[in-house]
């Protein structure tokens, strides 16, 4: 509209409209817009005055005195605006019309126009241009194409660059969190040790104190003592000196008694105590006999009571300032072992229902690409289709664990009376077909475990409140399954309890979990976790091997090697639901399980043995086929069968590579041994396989995620997982820039 309003002459500016005397006093023409931002300054101006007179007004009528610093402007108020004249079109009339009318001849063709021929000037010439004396394509064309290249691999580069710049962005900013992490826990650790130290310095001061009040109380009674003493020591002579002076006799009747009758005394005593010296004499020479019989007949006791104590002090070398019983663990990310419970106990415990893997269903169903016998051999029919998932848990191989301990602490530092406990451990064992054999817990134990209600070590920095230690070599060999559970008793507040895992050997921690219980739901109070599964490996029936036997018509069922050592599955799950429900779930997990694997099993050889058939007819038929053409010679003749077999699948047997597990214990005294007999301790406890072929000789220790690089590192670590072993990657050459 603006636009229009300048394109008009009836309302632009520099167009003055009226006669032209006084002209510095005719008003200045606005247009409706001009005029409407007038109207509204003036008005904003007027409201504005009008509220300072109120204002004014209002001080001035108010009975206690304000300051000027008092008075607020009130809100401004919005104008109503009329938008109606830039809402409409003002031009409101209509162009003249006219009608007119014209007449014209009929229009002939235009004649061409003859081929312009210029005018010749000067003289003529002639110059001869052969091919690639104005244009050769492989030289103009370089220069351009050497832009493109540079340009292309210039923003590749860049490219490249930038995302480089980012991994390290990333890289640095993770660094930077797990460093702020770090110390805020170093923090944290430091005020622990702080407090505790606090602690110890009050209580010593306090012993000092008592033992000094003692000591002076002890002081004055020696004082009080020896005053006494030498205020009574002329007493008696001065008494008898003062009544021989008033010419007092004594009593005869005592001086016989000083010199008859205690001379008696004494001489009947020293034959008395005489005679009772020999007694004893002879009664310690009875004992002395007695103890020699009882050593030599307890000496397999006292070797036990010394093996029990060389034991204790090995688990509390782990608390010492210089010497450490640790052990070592690889940790291959990508390995796991295949388990129906594990692939089915998360889904259990939400409450949804299990369907079967796919990879399970495929393995059944043949493969729609039929054997070519012209490009293949038929007996290896077999395809790789079918792939593991990866696994879902921490999984690792106990195989020298002999013992292990199962604990709970309310609170790691603090005691915590047996009454007011929140948290408890039970331990359950079950057979392979999924029966409960029994439970160890506060209620009881089980055959290989014992169960302790008071564990704490107060001369612990921490330590817990009860324990249940599993002898895996002791256990009933029908045991298959052993499930361990962190149970609520009663309703508490303690928020720094944990459970955990360790070795009973040398008291290493093995995994450790802190109870959270923003985990659980708000309605549930009682947390409850299934925390670990101790089991021996299931018989994988997926990479089962069929073939025929010596007359092809029975077929011979390989399975696939397992582990015989006791595997450790970690799961930390928090349940919604009780203990007695938790185990019903955990009995159904182990049944159906066993029995899907049972019924696959006898599936899967079923129908391999079919296919293997099929195949072996298949290429019996491709012989005798081939026999008989060889014999009649006959070209035309069909000499294979009508319908080949189908391919069926096979399970890809994964290779995680080498399985995590631990080695060790070592025993470490950073005081006398140096690094380099520590790498050849770790050395010589690491399997040759995994030293040789996975790690290839460059072994990386760490603790904490740090290198070793001093003994003192070896100090800093607690749980298995802080002392690792992995494979030394070479160090990254620098890039040379042109």
Known sequence: ??????????????????????????????????????????????????????????????????????????????????????????????????TTDTQ??????????????????????????????????????????NVLTFKTLEQSLLEVEEEAEFEAMQNYKSEYNFRKQKEKHDYEEELKREIELIKEQKAHLQARRTRYVKTQNLVYKFMNLNLAKNYTSKLIPNTLAKLKQ????????????????????????????????????FKDQVLQEVVSDLKTSRTEIIYQHKQKLSKLKRKMINYSDSQRLIRFLYSNPSFSVKSEFTARIDTKIKGEEYSPPEEDIALLQDLEEPI????????????????????????????????????????????????????????????????????????????????????????????????????????????????????????????????????????????????KTEEFPEENEAPLYLAYRISKQEKDPRGLAVSLGDANTSTVVEFPPSFDNWILEVYNLPVNKTLEQLSETVQSTIKEGKEYLEKFTQDLIDYRSKKVKEIHKYQTELEEAEKR???????????KPSVPPMKMPEYKIPDPGYPTKSFGP??????????????????????????????????????????LTQLQMLLKGSSLKDYTLAKKLPAEQPQETS
């Open 666 to 707: 070592l025993f470490i005294d950073t005081k006398e041994d140096s690094l380099e007999q520590v790498k050849e301790k770790i050395k010589e406890v690491v399997d040759p396989e995994l030293y040789y072929r996975v790690l290839e000789q460059e072994v990386l220790i760490s603790v904490r995620n740090k290198e």
């Open 104 to 145: 014209t001849d009929e229009f002939l063709p235009k004649p061409p126009s003859p081929k312009y021929v210029p005018k010749k000037t000067g003289m003529d010439a002639t110059t001869q241009i052969w091919d690639g004396d104005l244009f050769v394509f492989d030289e103009e064309v370089q220069p351009i194409l």
């Open 246 to 281: 008033e010419n007092l006799h004594p009593d005869y009747f005592p001086h016989l008694l000083h010199t008859q009758y205690m001379p008696w005394l004494v001489q009947n005593a020293e034959n008395y105590l005489e005679t009772k010296q020999q007694f004893e004499g």
């Open 629 to 639: 053409s060889k014999k009649k010679k006959s070209k035309k003749r069909n000499t």
């Open 372 to 515: 070519n016998a012209e490009s293949e051999d038929p007996s290896q029919s077999f395809s790789q289709e079918v792939k593991p998932n990866p696994p879902k848990f921490f999984t690792m191989i106990l195989e020298n664990f002999n013992k292990v301990t199962f604990g709970v602490a309310n609170h790691p530092t603090q005691d915590t009376p047996r009454d007011k406990r929140m948290y408890a451990i039970t331990v359950e064992f079950y057979s392979a077909s999924g029966d409960l054999l029994g439970t160890a817990s506060e209620k009881g134990e089980f055959a290989g475990t014992k169960f302790r209600a008071n564990s704490r070590d107060l001369t612990l920095p921490t330590s817990e409140d009860e324990t249940i230690t599993l002898n895996l070599s002791k256990l009933p060999p029908e045991v298959l399954h052993i499930v361990f559970y962190v149970r609520t008793k009663t309703l508490g507040n303690f928020p720094y309890a944990r459970y955990l895992l360790k070795d009973y050997e040398s008291s290493q921690t093995i995994d450790t979990k802190k109870i």
């Open 1 to 98: 509209t603006e636009d229009r309003m300048n394109m008009n002459l009836m309302y632009d500016k520099r167009v003055f409209r009226g006669h032209v005397h006084n002209a510095h006093n005719i008003r200045q023409v606005l247009s409706p817009q001009e005029q409407e931002e007038l109207n509204i300054q003036k008005e904003k101006e007027r409201r504005q005055n009008e509220m300072m007179s109120a204002q004014l007004e209002a001080f001035k009528k108010s009975k206690v005195k304000q300051t000027p610093y008092d008075i607020r402007p009130a809100p401004a108020s919005r104008i109503e605006v009329d938008l109606n004249y830039f809402l409409t079109d003002q031009n409101d009339y209509r162009p003249s019309e006219t």
